[in-house]
């Protein structure tokens, strides 16, 4: 029997899409390339006993009645997967030569901690944070009266929003006068976009920074676990995943998708699989490519033509015999820079592929929850981030492997330098267990075009009035992915959600 809802790809808004319409009674088939679900929040062992989730650190968007909390109650898994918060206090530790700052969502406090470091320019940091506050309430008024719509409903609101459309978060900065600090101090967790300030949206900044400021979470049970519990839905509500189906083309029939032909990847066989309506979980852009970009309107191939957002290096490793918390680590993620212009560092690493210098985000998630089963006892994973040029490394892979593995090792070796120098001094002594991942990791193991991080690129123009959604100009064909919707744990969360909510009347969000 055709399933009702063919979904290619398993990432995090198709297993909610899925796990929503197989719980709504209909069938749900979905086609995963990887021999995992989950898609960039997928997770994998290492060495029989390490379990690293491949990207996602923190999340927002789970306390209480906030977005995924309605969605998994909805499924009723709001009592089964449950998350731990991180310190309210001070959930980002902003590190910089000669500053430090702890980010809060109490913004009177945040004002305060801010005022003290830059004394002469406390109105401007007040005036800032203040604007800042009205613009996230201005985007929840809107996305609650459900967005384009009621916009002339909400005079104020709207006007809050549209104000800064077109700004990056440098430029709003400078308007504000903030000291270089100031805004390196704020906009320290640059790798949560994987772009510098003088090119991310100002939209995008507001809605992760105060998304966070409202409650930053880990899953009690790891990702895994969300994961396989959204899995568990559909497959227990007749639905199924079959992995190692790379899909390679669209079927197409009178501006219908009858089916989808995918290679099995441990065969090399092709197979056909039909759906009555077909779901875009992987890449829209490389979907369109294969369906035919002649054959969507152009309309759709106008939105269609974005940039991808910048790929990544990650580094995940295991320390043995130390106390973490002794050297300022805790329920809160810590993000360091060696300079205090952003632009700059983020151009070096990027671009000129120098990572002497590193500016890059530091995990510990064995802080976040009592669940240790992603490690041996004794132990404590610690993973860096940071940015990297795909086509550098693609180049290096493909021309001289003994040079990419060289590089990766340089990067690792940089950002570990920096660890030693500022945080712990002994850290290659405690180290038991490393692993990298580089821009062409990320495109084996989540299939992302040039290894993007969240999907496309998170500046003013991408995020504005012309961005993709669900539409897709052919009958039954669907996108439902970050660059169709909003990036992130929550982001994609809603995504799954709205579409759901779009193809079936039943109002969830
Ligand atoms: C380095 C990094 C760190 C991040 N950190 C965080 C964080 O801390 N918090 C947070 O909220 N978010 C974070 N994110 C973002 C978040 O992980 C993503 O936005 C989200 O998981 C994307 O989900 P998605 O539904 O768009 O699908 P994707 O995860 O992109 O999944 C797409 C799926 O489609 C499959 N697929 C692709 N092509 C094909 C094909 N041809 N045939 C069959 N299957 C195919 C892929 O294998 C994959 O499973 C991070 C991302 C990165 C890269």
């Known amino acids: 029997m055709k399933p009702d809802y063919l979904i290619v790809g398993s990432g995090l808004s198709a297993l909610v899409f899925g796990a929503l319409m197989a719980k709504a009674g209909k069938k749900v088939r979905i086609i995963e390339a990887h021999e995992f679900p989950g898609g960039f ?31 998994l109650s909805h499924l009723n898994l ?38 003290r470091l830059f004394p002469d320019s406390s109105d401007n940091i007040k005036r800032f944070i203040i604007t800042v506050e009205k613009v996230s309430r201005a985007f929840d008024h809107l996305s609650s009266a459900g967005f384009n719509r009621n916009l002339f409903k909400l005079p104020q609101a709207a006007i809050s929003v549209f104000k800064y459309r077109k700004n990056t978060i440098q430029e709003v900065f400078d308007l504000f006068c903030l000291p270089k600090e100031a805004q390196t101090l704020l906009a320290l967790q640059w790798p949560d976009f994987l772009l510098p300030p003088n090119q991310l949206s100002f939209h995008a900044w507001v809605l992760l920074f105060t998304g966070y400021q409202k409650g930053a979470f880990f899953p009690t049970k790891h990702f895994e676990h969300v994961i396989n519990s959204l899995v568990e839905v559909i497959e227990s509500n007749n639905g199924s995943i079959v992995y190692n189906q790379e899909v390679m083309d669209f079927v197409i029939d009178n501006k219908t998708v009858s089916s989808v032909i995918a290679k099995d990847l441990m065969s090399g066989q092709d197979y056909e699989y039909p759906g009555k309506n077909i779901i875009c979980n992987m890449d829209p852009k490389l979907a369109a490519d294969m369906i035919g970009m002649e054959k969507l309107s152009h309309s759709i191939q106008k939105k269609l033509d974005y940039e991808y957002s910048a790929s990544n290096f990650m580094a ?17 993620n810590v993000f360091h820079s060696g300079s205090v212009d952003l632009n700059e560092s983020f151009k070096t690493m990027y671009q000129e592929h120098d990572y002497s210098n590193p500016s890059f985000a530091i995990c510990t998630p064995g802080f976040l929850t009592e669940d240790s089963s992603d490690r041996p006892p004794g132990e404590q994973i610690i993973e860096f981030l940071t940015v990297a040029d795909y086509d550098y490394f693609k180049n290096l892979r493909e021309s001289d492997k003994p040079a990419y593995r060289k590089k990766k090792k340089e990067i690792l070796n940089a950002m570990i330098d920096v660890v030693e120098k500022n945080y712990i001094p002994d850290f290659r002594k405690h180290l038991v267990f490393k692993i990298t991942g580089s821009p062409t990791t990320n495109k084996r193991f989540c299939w992302c075009p040039q290894g993007n991080s969240y999907g496309s690129i998170l500046t003013p123009e991408n995020m504005n009035i012309r961005r993709l959604n669900h539409k897709t100009s052919l009958n039954n064909l669907y996108f439902c992915n970050a660059s169709s919707g909003f990036a992130g744990f929550a982001g994609t969360f809603w995504t799954g959600a709205k579409l759901y909510q779009t193809l079936s009347g039943d109002k969830i969000l």
């Open 41 to 71: 929040g997928h997770t994998f062992t290492m060495g029989k006993k390490y379990k690293f989730n491949a990207q996602l650190h923190y999340v927002w968007g789970c306390g209480e009645g906030q977005t995924v909390n309605r969605i």
């Open 78 to 115: 709001n009592k089964k997967v449950t998350f731990e918060q991180y310190d309210p206090n001070g959930y980002d530790h902003m590190k910089m030569p000669g500053y430090s700052l702890e980010i809060t969502g109490d913004n009177q406090l945040l004002i305060s901690r801010l005022s």
């Open 316 to 332: 995940y490793c295991a320390v043995k015999d130390i106390d973490l918390e002794k050297y300022g680590f805790g329920k809160w």
